[in-house]
């Protein structure tokens, strides 16, 4: 099946500071690409989908300046999360899709800002 | 937002019994999946269900849609240990890619 990496797996940075998750689709291209974060215990919530060559559309809520997501190439995207701060702390996790129908998730990056 | 809602939010049972969750969903869907996400991992997807399908089957999964009812079930047949995780139902948006995750339901398989 499709492989979606990510890195880092896991980060733990100061507050204040700008952190860069990327998001890789090894065996496939992907135009489309989404990022998602999940509270612990609690289900994923989108929080922005990742255009190849455009901008990201970002859900509502979400700050698009604190999350900045760049989608530079059909196998990568990134997001910074800029001015990390200890709420900003959570589990990110990509996906991205060959076809509309399945999405092929990467294994997450865990966020800790102190 | 939140579409899917699973219930129950958890489940603990004795291995080789069999294990049934369900899913509800708000609006209309072109297809809905599962995925089972282990603790602190990412997703795995287990099977797709089609809005024109009733039942589908994978392995020890089984899958039932009832669009009429907006509601979903999978069951688990035979569970074992490695089953623990947690298990979402996710809803297409008005069939584009986007995925709507309901808040899942965790499975314990007890040795």
């Known amino acids: 099946g499709a492989v979606v990496s990510q890195h880092p797996s896991r980060v733990i940075c100061k507050s204040g500071t700008s952190v860069k998750i990327e998001c890789r689709s090894l065996?496939?291209?992907?135009?489309?690409m989404f990022w998602y974060r999940q509270f612990p215990k609690q289900s994923l919530m989108l929080m922005a989908t990742?255009?190849?060559?455009?901008?990201?559309?970002?859900e509502q809520g979400v700050e698009k300046d604190k999350f900045l997501i760049n989608h530079a190439s059909l196998t990568l995207s990134t997001l910074t999360v800029t001015s990390a701060h200890p709420e900003d702390s959570s589990f990110y996790i990509c996906?991205?899709?060959?076809?509309?129908?399945?999405?092929?998730f990467g294994p997450g990056t865990r966020l800790t800002v102190l | 937002s939140q579409q899917g809602e699973e219930d129950p939010q958890a489940l603990s049972i004795q291995e080789g019994e069999n294990a049934t969750m369900n899913c509800s969903y708000k609006?209309?869907?072109?297809?809905l999946q599962w995925y089972r996400q282990n603790s602190g991992r990412g997703l795995v997807h287990l099977i797709l269900?089609?809005?024109?399908?009733r039942e589908k089957h994978s392995g020890r999964l089984r899958v039932t849609l009832d669009t009429s009812k907006k509601s979903s079930s999978l069951l688990i047949t035979a569970s074992r240990a490695a089953d623990t995780a947690s298990y979402f139902c996710?809803?297409?948006?008005?069939?584009?890619?986007?995925?709507?995750f309901g808040k899942g339901t965790k499975l314990t398989v007890n040795p």
């Open positions: 996906s991205a899709g060959r076809s509309t129908d399945t999405q092929y």
């Open positions: 065996d496939f291209q992907a135009t489309t």
């Open positions: 269900i089609r809005s024109n399908e």
């Open positions: 996710a809803t297409d948006e008005g069939g584009s890619e986007k995925l709507v």
């Open positions: 609006t209309s869907i072109n297809n």
């Open positions: 990742s255009n190849e060559g455009s901008k990201a559309t970002y």
